[in-house]
């Protein structure tokens, strides 16, 4: 069984160039990820393959949380899943314990501050209904916390690309758009900290709808309990 880093080297060289070969995406705004430092890459959230496409598209390693379930397979098939994500830089977390959660933080922050991206949906979990909901002052945590700036992501059609429930991809066309990189640096001197995190979060999901296209919901979305 190869070691992850291994994987990782044959992903990493195999993968994107093939998945673009395939499915030829549409990217723009590419050059607004900065190819070094800590960087934020915030996006809205269609399908699970949301995690792949954009590490496909984007020249640099970008760190995603998975949901725990994925590394602690058994057998073979469970040694290979948990090999796949670890390969992929994905990091483990515990989406029903909060105090798990709650330290996925942290583990972003040690991302950010050894000078990597990071990636995170600010909606929390996948939009079912194709709304951009409200985001979650986690991201503008993690900006104001280690000083990143936080590039806009903008995803259409990747909810056909693996629909919810969809084992296995589609062959379908994705756009994926880069927006200006939002600095949060001295933009919140003197302002409140949650208030400050409120206003940073709403600027990045104003500038992913820009991006997707897609219709804003009132509020927060939630994640059913089967999900």
Same mark, same amino acid.
């Given at each position: 069984m190869p070691s992850a880093p291994s994987v990782y080297g044959v992903l990493s060289a195999v993968v994107p160039p093939l998945a673009?070969?395939?499915?030829?995406?549409?990217?723009?705004?590419?050059?607004?990820?900065p190819p070094t430092g800590p960087v934020i890459l915030a996006s809205n959230h269609l399908s699970f393959a949301d995690?792949?496409?954009?590490?496909?598209?984007?020249?640099r390693t970008v760190v995603f949380l998975a949901k725990s379930d994925y590394f602690t397979g058994t057998g073979v098939r469970g040694r290979l899943q948990r090999a796949w994500?670890?390969?992929l830089g994905m990091l483990p977390v515990d989406r029903d314990d909060t105090r798990a959660a709650m330290a996925s933080l942290d583990t972003a922050l040690d991302v950010l501050a050894r000078g990597d991206a990071f990636?995170?949906?600010?909606?929390?979990?996948?939009s079912r209904d194709g709304r951009l909901h409200r985001g979650r002052t986690g991201v503008a945590h993690l900006a104001l916390t280690a000083g990143a700036p936080v590039v806009p992501?903008?995803?259409?059609?990747?909810?056909?690309?693996q629909p919810v429930g969809?084992?296995?991809?589609r062959l379908v066309h994705v756009d994926v758009a880069f927006g200006e990189p939002i *600095?949060?640096?001295?933009?919140? *001197?003197?302002?409140?900290?949650?208030?400050a995190r409120r206003l940073l979060t709403d600027e990045v999901m104003a500038a992913i709808q820009r991006l997707s296209?897609?219709?804003v919901a009132p509020g927060y979305n939630e994640r059913p309990a089967d999900a």
């Open positions: 673009r070969a395939v499915w030829r995406p549409t990217v723009t705004g590419l050059h607004h990820v995690s792949v496409v954009i590490p496909v598209v984007v020249p994500f670890e390969g990636g995170i949906y600010p909606e929390g979990t996948r992501v903008g995803l259409r059609g990747t909810e056909q690309l969809a084992r296995l991809p *600095d949060p640096r001295g933009r919140y *001197d003197g302002v409140p900290l949650g208030r296209g897609q219709e």
